[in-house]
């Protein structure tokens, strides 16, 4: 698998430098002083065996996992331990770091005279984290000398959704098929899936669910008997990993599956419906997450068609968990999607907002409503939702989209960690300054017991996952922001790509954290200017087209016409959406003398002749970005070209492929957007550049 890519950041590539391995060749037996002997002790085998792996593949030496009593004490080793196990070991560290890590942290250290390493932690998960992070100081060369780490992660839930259906295919998946389900069934060969796993657990993830948030007719199934034995399989592969599984569920699975007439959340016969189902779940898999619910949300079934709101609707899914521990992942993406384009009135980014607000504080508290990043639906620039945080009695988690549906579909690259770090540094002012949306994430602000991140998956069954191969950095990314939210996007990227394709060549290094680093803005530059979102092809997203939602019924539109463009969503003149925001927030929204430009046709609409901070027009500004960002494409594909000889040619094959067709449709994006705008004001670009 060298050279395709299915190893991704895993490939332990054999560091060749005398220096590497002077550094680390002493580390090749590892040890594991006191495992559980519950659950716990396969996720240490887990954390043990990687080790061995790692070592041997970068060494080019035999590694082994040993027992304490075969290697002297004056030898260098690595060793697994968790507090509490042998007092050797908790003699190390002092008290205060002890009380410090937390259930899934660790720390690391050095000890001076054997040069021995041990990675401590409060139980199996920790270890298991702790040996990923010792591998990739080794893998990215880093010295291990004198280690003093401690870790914890930021955020509680760190969670990966799939979209995956049961016939095999991914809805927004651009990597394949599922790896989980095909011809309506699970896979028979669930090999990959322990490979996924490894993937998640290397950088952190500790949840995920497998199944579509439109939960379609065979994935109603999934929590009756004729599945469960196939879900418990893949939960203990998870489970290895310290990943707990989670399901999607259909709101109306009792009416669907014919068994009630109703589904109607306050009636005794559904509710115990649920629990009936849930006691099913759970003696198949003691350690099942919870459900994942997707309700009266572009025409999925939920609570209005009883006339019941959103809070009855997850309580009464929430009441049946409980008893088992299992907690309800409750979705916020609830908006009109049948709405008349000649309704001025109603505003999509309104909805999320104005559905679940008035219900803070009636949700039970095994409820976590998850929020999507923006308003609208993971655009390539949207604001932050006004909803995240505005609900301090209710558990929240924020919702990021891995999968590239916006932003160009993993064919087009677009690393997307600069763009959630903007996301997560975001103050929402709730509780005054510094009232950021990561401490809304980590469950810090509102001191929340249920908090963290979800991302939609963006992998399926492509040899090299992700399609892109480069859209590995994305997953790989996630998982170590979500981490740590501290972590920069160069830091990440740089990791990621020593991981990947070694430490070998700099140049190398340095030109694909460049083109990492740049590509969000590239790909912004090309497509949707100013805030302005969607101008995609309808249904598929793929492509440019200008129009192609501005007469649907999704409520996303633009207002182009021969003098002006934006939505005006300020409270004076518009739909009153900037009212939404806290603090200083509303009044930069508001005013067109603070709001951002690259937020401003998102809040205001405005005559092509309207001057940006920037110093230009809005229309020379949609003309040179999009010249720009096309011509920013094409060095991508020329920058690729010049590596040629320090990649694997398989691996540098696929991406090239990929950086060709960007650069391609990105011409095409330029000379639909300069058109139509050209043709829609007839002003003439400053620098008379081609406009057809
Ligand atoms: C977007 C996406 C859908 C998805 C939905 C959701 O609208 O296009 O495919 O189902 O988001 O998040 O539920």
């Known amino acids: 698998h060298g050279e395709d890519g299915y190893l991704a950041w895993l490939p332990y590539r054999r560091q060749e430098t005398a220096e590497w391995l002077k550094r680390y060749k002493a580390y090749r037996q590892i040890v594991v002083a006191g495992a559980p002997e519950d659950g716990g002790a396969a996720v240490i ?52 770091v002890i009380t410090e890590i937390g259930a899934e942290g660790f720390a690391i250290q ?18 298991l984290y702790g040996a990923f992070h010792l591998l990739r100081l080794f ?49 028979a060969d669930k090999e990959r899936i322990r490979d996924y796993a490894r993937l998640l657990a290397s950088v952190g993830i500790n949840a995920v669910s497998i199944n579509n948030v439109n939960v379609h007719k065979q994935e109603t199934l999934l929590i009756t008997d004729e599945f469960l034995p196939d879900v418990a399989e893949v939960a203990a592969i998870f489970r290895d990993f310290a990943v707990k599984l989670f399901l999607s569920v259909n709101y109306a699975a009792p009416l669907e599956m014919g068994e009630l007439p109703t589904a109607d959340p306050l009636d005794p016969a559904v509710q115990e419906w649920w629990q009936h189902r849930i006691k099913d779940v759970y003696s198949a898999i003691p350690d099942f997450g919870g459900y994942v619910v997707k309700a009266d949300s572009e025409n999925r079934p939920g609570p209005f068609t009883y006339g019941r709101d959103h809070a009855d609707g997850a309580n009464m899914l929430a009441e049946a968990l409980d008893p088992f521990g299992g907690i309800v992942i409750w979705r916020c993406f609830v908006y009109n999607c049948k709405q008349d384009w000649r309704d001025r009135k109603t505003d999509r980014a309104k909805a999320a907002y104005d559905h679940f607000k008035p219900l803070d504080g009636r949700f039970k508290d095994n409820v976590v409503l998850q929020v999507k990043n923006g308003p609208i639906d ?11 945080g505005a609900m301090p009695s209710t558990h929240q988690v924020l ?56 991302a939609v998956s963006n992998i399926g069954d492509d040899t090299n996952w992700t399609g892109h191969l480069l859209a590995q950095a994305n997953l790989y990314g996630y998982g170590r922001l979500i981490w740590n939210p501290g972590l920069t996007s160069p830091e990440i990227a740089e990791e990621w790509i ?51 939602y501005e007469y649907s019924m999704w409520g996303t539109y633009h207002f182009a016409d021969w003098q002006g463009i934006g939505v005006d969503r300020t409270k004076a003149t518009g739909t009153g959406y900037t009212g939404q925001y806290a603090g200083s927030n509303c009044e930069r929204y508001e005013s067109l003398e603070t709001c951002p430009d690259e937020l401003l046709l998102f809040f205001h609409h405005v005559p092509y002749t309207h001057k940006l901070h920037s110093g230009k027009t809005v229309i020379q500004h949609i003309y040179d970005t999009h010249f720009e ?51 829609r004001c007839g002003i003439a670009d400053e620098q008379g550049r081609t406009i057809y």
């Not at 304490?68 to 002092?94: K, M, R, W």
């Not at 760190?158 to 790896?179: L, P, T, V």
């Open 45 to 96: 085998h887990s954390a043990a065996a990687e080790l061995a792996r790692g070592l041997e593949g970068m060494s080019g030496l035999s590694a082994a996992v040993v027992n304490a009593g075969e290697v002297p004490d004056s030898e260098a080793y690595i060793q697994l331990a968790l507090f509490g196990s042998n007092p050797e070991i908790d003699g190390l560290f002092p008290e205060a």
């Open 110 to 127: 050095t000890d001076a005279h054997t040069g021995r390493i041990v990675i401590a932690a409060a139980a199996p998960a920790g270890l």
């Open 139 to 187: 893998g990215t060369g880093q010295s291990v000398n004198g280690l003093n780490i401690r870790e914890n992660p930021v955020n509680p839930l760190r969670m990966i959704n799939h979209w995956d259906n049961m016939d095999g295919s991914i809805e927004r998946g651009y990597a394949g098929k599922s790896i989980f389900f095909e011809n309506n069934r699970f896979k």
């Open 378 to 388: 993971f655009q390539v620039r949207e604001p932050i939702s006004p909803l995240l």
């Open 399 to 454: 919702e990021l989209q891995i999968t590239q549906e916006y932003t160009g579909q993993q064919r087009h690259l677009c690393y997307l960690v600069p763009q959630w770090k903007e996301i997560l540094d975001f103050d929402t002012y709730l509780k005054g300054e510094g009232s950021t949306v990561k401490r809304i994430a980590s469950g810090e602000l509102h001191g929340s017991r249920l908090a963290g991140i979800a």
């Open 498 to 548: 020593r991981l990947t394709f070694g430490n070998g060549s700099e140049q190398l290094i340095r030109t694909v954290q460049q083109m990492l680093l740049d590509s969000w803005g590239i790909y912004e530059s090309y497509t949707a200017p100013l805030g302005v979102g969607f101008m995609v092809n309808p249904d598929h997203h793929y492509g440019p087209n200008v129009e192609g």
């Open 629 to 679: 960002g096309a011509e920013q494409a094409e060095r991508f594909a020329a920058e690729w070209e010049a590596l040629a000889g320090s990649i694997e040619e398989g691996l540098h094959q696929q991406v090239a492929e990929r950086l060709a067709e960007q650069a391609e449709h990105a011409k095409e994006w330029r000379d639909r957007i300069n058109t139509y705008f050209y043709r």
